[in-house]
């Protein structure tokens, strides 16, 4: 079973006098449907957008793997743990909150930073909190989530180029830039397809495209 969720059907959250735009593939914060909690250990696919100057304040989390993808400009972030970084475009960051940790998120440079935040429930709670970032990582490797019984796929494709879903139970899959298909359904950038107990799906990109596709247990 293929399910698309369009780019516009996203709840649209964030702060405009803050400087910050949220788009939510999921139930979030205030935004509660109780048919869209999560895709297997998916549990949030948030859109940030931040002016330069805004960013989100130190905040907690636990029990929750935290993956983010910066699509533009360049996020700093710093956690309780005594880690602080610059992700930039093409890093993969990923924070282990375990059983807690609190940090904080920013745009301290001067152009607008977009980026995609994946949050996904761990197979055991608990633990100590850990941090890693993968800067520029390949579009041929993928970057294991162990923790969530996951792995996550980046596919940057050519026009008519395409690229074999993986054959798992549950594969996510979120357009970052560019158009694509998956069988019959078109895609564009901010869409996403829910896929269940599928094999020998492809993408196929009409132009450049840059796609994330998650590989998840059942």
């Known amino acids: 079973m293929i399910s698309v969720r369009r780019s516009g059907d996203r709840f649209r959250g964030g702060d405009e006098a803050a400087g910050i735009e949220s788009r939510h593939s999921f139930s979030f914060g205030t935004f509660y449907d109780p048919d869209n909690l999560r895709f297997g250990p998916v549990l949030a696919c948030n859109e940030e957008r931040l002016a330069p100057g805004a960013g989100f304040d130190e905040h907690p989390h636990s029990h929750t793997e935290i993956v983010t993808w910066v699509v533009e400009g360049e996020l700093t972030h710093r956690d309780s743990a005594g880690n602080a970084t610059v992700v930039r475009a093409g890093d993969v960051q990923h924070l282990s909150a375990a059983g807690g ?6 745009n301290d440079g001067d152009t607008p930073l977009t ?9 055991e709670p608990g ?14 490797t993928p970057y294991a989530l162990p923790e969530a019984g996951a792995m996550l796929h980046v596919r ?7 690229t074999a ?17 998956i069988g019959d359904e078109a895609l564009s950038p901010g869409d996403s397809a829910r896929i269940t ?4 799906l492809e993408l196929v990109a009409g132009g ?3 796609v994330l596709v998650w590989e998840l247990p059942d």
Do not use: C, K, N
């Open 101 to 106: 940790v609190r940090h904080v998120e920013r």
């Open 115 to 123: 980026f995609l935040q994946m949050w996904l429930a761990p197979l």
């Open 127 to 140: 633990g100590e909190p850990s941090y890693t970032t993968v800067p520029g990582i390949a579009d041929s």
């Open 156 to 162: 940057r494709l050519g026009a008519d180029e395409r």
């Open 165 to 181: 879903l993986p054959d798992s139970p549950r594969v996510y899959v979120h357009v970052v830039a560019g158009e694509v298909r």
């Open 197 to 200: 107990s599928e094999e020998g």
């Open 208 to 210: 450049p495209a840059e």
